[in-house]
């Protein structure tokens, strides 16, 4: 990327905490970085004078930029160390090894210890942090000695060595830094005691710890014990100064998909992020094409099991600010009012209303400017593509089913770089048992290509074909039954990756991200998916999708859904035992399928 290639997209950058992502044109991450002020950071890659020669490298290799907002420069530190583990770019050095952040343990023991690790691992202890600093970590800890005692040693406290006298008490307890539950002179329920007050001071909760050593200094007080209050008070200045909690890093949460919705007259945004292990691991806002009364929740119903499929998100909780359909049944819905789970949501907002603001920018713009003709970019798409004819005519293809089930697809077609609605198809797939998307994808392209030839209508010059080698080689298949492979170019779009595939090419190719020629292929794509989807959503409301598990007394659409998508067909659920079925939607309902099927015989 040069630097007035970056000129043109440096104002889309925030000037915000975060991290920042470069990427090849092939769409590999290069390298994951932190910012207090995201665009000032970007901006120092281009502007200043690049001694280093892996600088100049990345900077010569990068293609497009993507960034993460967050609420502070802290976390965008660990959000970086949790990138850059999962993702592993190649020009990241300093974070790629085995080492990383330290965290503050509460072993898994008889009388727990308490110490710094930079293992994490899954032995049922509890880890606090990650710290960025060492040092306040450390601070910390002696922070909690001076005032809370507990062992250091690495001694097995179990009850039967403490009662057989197997130990003596160390220098630790001499100095009171210990209360001596070795030979017995501290009990367990009293050191758990204890415990729970540090599991407060290292959670941030100070209040109850800070109350307990106020009592104790106004007592020291009373008793005219100045040098013993004087020391209380310098302890609770420290747990009072001590502002080194995470809202990234110390989340109280394992795996939970985060989902955030916003709108105005032009658009309609949803910011979707991925938490594990407390870590947020992916994040990504799209578009959505705001359609005549749909109500956020019809949006997020469908956009949210899309963007979960795409991640393969197996996380059993989702986050969102409202109420929708959930077409899974072992996911919970959670509404957050305050804590951890509200911070991230709030989060998950500003990067959607970051986007927006983005949205409406390039809408400014191009009213202002003067817009590429569309002649030029389908030029372009003509050279990138190799094709022998200009594209004045597209096609593209989608097949569409309700998480695995009630499959159906759509055709979308562009004439002249724009959408010609007066064409597009749609398709009740008729010929294919289950789910298919092969060959639902074959059918399709035979029904629309079968007709247009029996009506003697003109062929597009390009057709595209939504999702991998799969997809393309069904739908050359079809085209090859109707004699038609070689009066049209067909390409595969992938659906991850935006690559393109060729039939018979082992490689696909990836056009530049910000070419005009993508954008327009980008473009296509997400009409075909709006245009699937709101066929998909019509035929729900008006209860058309309907197979035999509805008429099952007690069986719901969602149950129907999830059977379909585990076992494919209705002819092989009839085929299942109970104890199958059970596995999939649990006992009671599986009573239901199995005696239903049973007694049709």
């Known amino acids: 990327m040069t630097k007035e290639e970056f000129k043109k997209i440096m104002p889309s950058i925030p000037h915000a905490p975060g991290c920042y992502k470069y990427f090849s044109q092939t769409n590999e991450l290069l390298y994951v970085g932190k910012a207090k002020d995201l665009r000032k950071r970007v901006s120092s890659y ?79 202890s509890e880890y606090i942090g990650p710290f960025t600093s060492v040092t306040s970590a450390n601070e910390l800890l002696a922070l909690i000695k001076q005032t809370i005692p507990l062992r250091t040693c690495r001694l097995n406290l179990a009850k039967k060595h403490i009662d057989s006298g197997k130990y003596k008490v160390c220098l630790e307890y001499h ?181 927006l603001l983005e949205l409406n920018r390039k809408e400014n713009l191009a009213q202002l400017g003067n817009p590429i003709p569309n002649e030029e970019i389908l030029t372009e798409l003509k050279k990138v593509l190799s094709l022998k004819y200009l594209p004045v005519h597209i096609e593209c293809f989608d097949n569409s089913n309700f998480q695995g089930a009630y499959p159906v697809a759509a055709m979308v077609c562009f004439k002249n770089g724009q959408p010609s609605k007066k064409d597009y198809r749609r398709f009740k797939i008729k010929t294919v048992e289950g789910i298919n998307d092969f060959a639902s994808m074959e059918e399709i392209v035979f029904r629309r290509y079968k007709r247009l030839t029996e009506e003697e209508k003109s062929l597009p010059q390009l057709v595209i074909i939504d999702g991998g080698k799969g997809q393309l080689s069904a739908a050359i298949k079809a085209l090859e039954k109707l004699r038609l492979q070689n009066q049209m170019t067909v390409v595969g779009l992938a659906k991850k990756e935006e690559s393109i595939f060729f039939p018979k090419d082992s490689d696909p190719i990836q056009l530049p991200y910000d070419s005009e020629a993508h954008k327009l292929i980008r473009r296509i794509r997400d ?67 199995f005696e239903y099927f049973k007694s049709e015989g």
């Not at 502002?243 to 989340?251: D, G, Q, R």
């Not at 199958?580 to 006992?587: F, K, P």
């Open 46 to 124: 281009f502007n200043k004078n690049k001694n280093s020669g892996k600088t100049r490298r990345l900077v010569h290799h990068i293609h497009h930029i993507d960034f993460t907002v967050t609420d502070s420069e802290h976390d965008a530190f660990l959000l970086e160390n949790s990138l850059i583990k999962h993702f592993q770019p190649k020009y990241n050095i300093s974070l790629k090894d085995d080492k990383t952040y330290p965290w503050i343990v509460i072993k898994n023991e008889p009388f727990p210890r308490v110490f710094l690790t930079r293992r994490k691992i899954k032995d049922g």
């Open 175 to 355: 100095l009171g830094n210990c209360l001596g539950p070795c030979e017995g002179l501290q009990s367990e329920a009293n050191y758990q005691d204890n415990l729970k007050k540090i599991k407060h001071i290292l959670k941030g909760n100070l209040s109850v710890v800070l109350q307990a050593l106020k009592d104790e200094m106004q007592d020291a007080v009373a008793k005219l014990n100045f040098e013993k209050a004087q020391m209380i008070k310098q302890k609770i200045l420290l747990l009072q100064n001590y502002h080194n909690k995470s809202n990234l890093a110390n989340l109280a949460v394992d795996a939970v998909d985060v989902v955030s919705i916003l709108s105005d007259e032009k658009f309609v945004v949803v910011n979707f992020m991925m938490v594990s292990d407390g870590n947020i691991i992916h994040s990504r806002s799209v578009e959505v094409k705001k359609q005549m009364n749909e109500s956020h929740q019809e949006i997020l119903e469908i956009i949210v099991a899309n963007l979960r499929d795409t991640y393969n998100s197996r996380s059993k909780e989702i986050v969102a600010p409202i109420e929708f359909l959930l077409t899974e049944a072992q996911v919970k819905l959670t509404i957050p009012k305050a804590g951890e789970k509200k911070k991230l949501l709030e989060l998950s907002e500003k990067n959607a209303r970051i986007f």
């Open 527 to 593: 009409e075909v998916h709006r245009f699937a989807i709101t066929f998909h959503r019509e035929l729900r409301s008006k209860g058309t999708i309907k197979n035999e598990l509805e008429t099952i007394p007690g069986i719901g659409e969602n149950t129907a859904a999830l059977l379909l998508k585990t076992f494919k067909s209705v002819a092989k659920i009839k085929r299942m035992t109970q104890r199958e079925l059970t596995a999939v939607i649990g006992q009671s309902k599986a009573r239901k399928v």
